[in-house]
């Protein structure tokens, strides 16, 4: 009996008050949209920056500890390691261009794509195809296209220079090449000078740390300069949308609150008749925290789509992509609303309550 006089009155409270329902349930809808914006953004901004900072290329060199080489297995055991974000092995050799010294650089061009080069033309695609330092490029005057002849330890080899990379560093000035090309060239086999690791920013001291402990025999060192630059700005990035996120929480709860308290109050009245007729102040408070859930889940909802869809904007402006989602998303966006509404209700509510219903009544 108590169960159906509870729904007639929940459903009688809704459809008379259906515009403050819709004004409670809209800042609500803004309060989590914001909110899981900002978490969304937070979330996705330091992957999405760490992907763009890979075109800077590797911040730990692994080199042999002893002799000038290692396995190539060594390469795989490092990409092997958490936090590796590619691990790409490097063979060193040099050639004669005519009367020309220059270096050779042996690599895995498919690990390259990962490590985020920029080429000038086409990526090498069959055996006998190169790349050209812009260097090279500009001293040589090497032609997209253009035949090179390399003498190396076996002998001369004909190339196609396929394009050309500029990086500001030593690939600018040699001839970059698949690594089973390097190796007939220098005559050796499976072996690597180096291993050039990108790490995640954050947690490099940890990985270079790993990386000697399963290895042993190998020299690790970093790229100190631009290992800190890329911690520090990925730090100072989250801290900002971190301290952007507690602000909107605090400003939306705010707000919230303010709305809640004044449709409450506003119904003190009602309150006061239902504590004339019987009602218990646990019942009276069940009552209003079934709507306001109701509210919190109406703008939790519409806040999460609301949330992902302006954080996807962002991110689509700012990196030309989309943020991937996080799976606990949703969940966090219902839980925020209904937290945020069943809050902003309990205070007023409580504070009615300890009027005595004739007071109330009689508007005193």
Do not use: H
């Not at 515009?19 to 900002?38: C, D, E, H, K």
């Not at 590796?84 to 009367?99: I, M, N």
């Not at 925290?289 to 954080?311: K, P, Q, R, Y």
């Amino acid at each position: 009996m108590k169960r159906r006089w509870f729904l007639y009155f929940f459903k009688r409270s809704l459809s008379q008050r259906k515009g403050r329902v819709a004004i409670a349930s809209l800042a609500v809808v803004l309060a989590v949209s914001i909110i899981t914006s900002m978490i969304s953004i937070t979330s996705g901004v330091r992957e999405k920056l760490g992907s763009e900072l890979k075109a800077y290329g590797s911040n730990i060199i692994v080199s042999p500890g002893r002799g000038s080489s290692f396995p190539f297995e060594t390469a795989e055991a490092i990409r092997r390691i958490d936090d590796v974000e590619y691990a790409v092995g490097q063979v060193f050799t040099t050639a004669r261009l005519g009367k020309e010294s220059i270096e050779i650089i042996g690599l895995d061009i498919a690990k390259l794509r990962e490590a985020g080069w920029r080429v000038s033309g086409e990526w090498p695609q069959k055996e006998g195809e190169v790349l050209a330092g812009a260097n090279l490029k500009a001293a040589l005057k090497i032609k997209p296209d253009e035949i090179v002849s390399l003498e190396g330890g076996r002998g001369r080899t004909d190339f196609r220079v396929s394009g050309f990379v500029e990086r500001g560093g030593a690939e600018d000035n040699a001839v970059i090449m698949p690594m089973a090309s390097a190796w007939r060239l220098a005559g050796v086999n499976g072996v690597l000078n180096a291993v050039l690791v990108r790490g995640r920013a954050g947690g490099l001291d940890n990985l270079v740390s790993e990386i000697k402990r399963g290895l042993p025999e190998v020299s690790v060192k970093t790229f100190r300069q631009v290992a800190s630059a890329e911690e520090s700005l990925l730090s100072k990035m989250q801290l900002l949308m971190s301290l952007v996120t507690i602000v909107v929480l605090f400003a939306a709860a705010i707000s919230v609150a303010s709305t809640m308290g004044a449709n409450i109050l506003e119904r003190r009245e009602e309150i006061g008749l239902m504590k004339a007729i019987g009602a218990t102040g646990s019942g009276i408070r069940i009552f209003y925290l079934a709507e306001a859930l109701l509210v919190g889940f109406i703008g939790g909802t519409a806040g999460f789509i609301l949330g992902v869809a302006s954080a996807q904007a962002v991110s689509r402006g700012a990196f030309g992509s989309f943020i991937p989602a996080q799976w606990y998303l949703p969940l966090a966006s219902l839980i925020i609303g209904l937290v945020i509404s069943a809050g902003a209700s309990y205070f007023p509510v409580r504070d009615v309550l300890k009027y005595n219903p004739a007071v109330i009544l009689r508007e005193e």
